[in-house]
């Protein structure tokens, strides 16, 4: 446990408390062969052949217990971080070329990303939302982004594209969720842009994370450059 703790702490996990709970649901899963060494020999009995006797057999027994852990079951307890992913920049073009939403008019937003884990994040795709629907709407809603090396940043391949309508206020505020998506994070956490009618070039976000990429309760925080 001492080295699940280790490794947990390095990926950013708290430690393991009380492990039997996971134990026991690892060794009841599909990963049981490659995560425990199963120990079929080695009886406990009583040597007058008392009525309390505990053979070794298959799987779980009360002689060996669940066997010996491998070398995959410290992954499995301290699963190591993936992609983290997070939008660092945006611009706006398009429009009447002055960098704000207006009414009556189409925009381009391009958005450029960071990966601040210690993985590769590939298959990576941008979906926007607009939360001031229907006085914006987004035309373009998906962007695909080149493949992130560790705690490196790219640009959006295309860009999101974003209508306001006649009725729209300058000056409105424009709520803009965005959810950051790839191969290996398969859950979704969004995060909310809090913009006014001209959109701020950069933000710093200070993102709710996961347990093993999960999906935070509340928008993170978002804390203006």
Avoid at 57 to 71: E, H, I, K, S, W
Avoid at 147 to 170: K, L, R
Wanted: net charge negative.
């Amino acid at each position: 446990m001492a080295m699940v703790n280790e490794q947990g702490k390095e990926n950013g996990h708290a430690p393991i408390g009380f492990a039997n709970p996971a134990l026991y649901a690892l060794g009841q899963s599909a990963l049981y062969e490659s995560l425990f060494h199963d120990i079929t020999v080695g009886d406990n009995t009583n040597a007058t052949s008392g009525p309390i006797d505990f053979p070794a057999v298959p799987g779980y027994d009360l002689a060996t217990g669940l066997g010996t852990p491998t070398p995959a079951l410290l992954d499995a307890l301290a699963p190591p971080v993936g992609p983290i992913l997070r939008p660092i920049l945006n611009v706006l073009s398009g429009g009447n070329g002055n960098g704000q939403i207006d009414p009556n008019e189409c925009n381009d937003l391009t958005v450029t990303i960071t990966n601040a884990g210690p993985v590769r994040a590939t298959g990576v795709e941008g979906v926007l939302v607009s939360g001031s629907y229907p006085a914006i709407v987004i035309s373009q809603s998906i962007a695909p982004f080149p493949d992130v090396p560790p705690f490196s940043s790219v640009t959006a391949t295309v860009p999101f594209e974003i209508s306001s309508s006649p009725d729209f206020a300058c000056g409105s505020p424009v709520q803009l969720s965005l959810t950051l998506k790839c191969d290996q994070d398969t859950s979704e956490s969004p995060i909310v842009f809090g913009f006014g009618a001209r959109l701020a070039r950069r933000w710093h976000f200070r993102p709710t994370r996961r347990s093993q990429f999960r999906s935070p309760s509340t928008p993170p925080a978002l804390l203006r450059a």
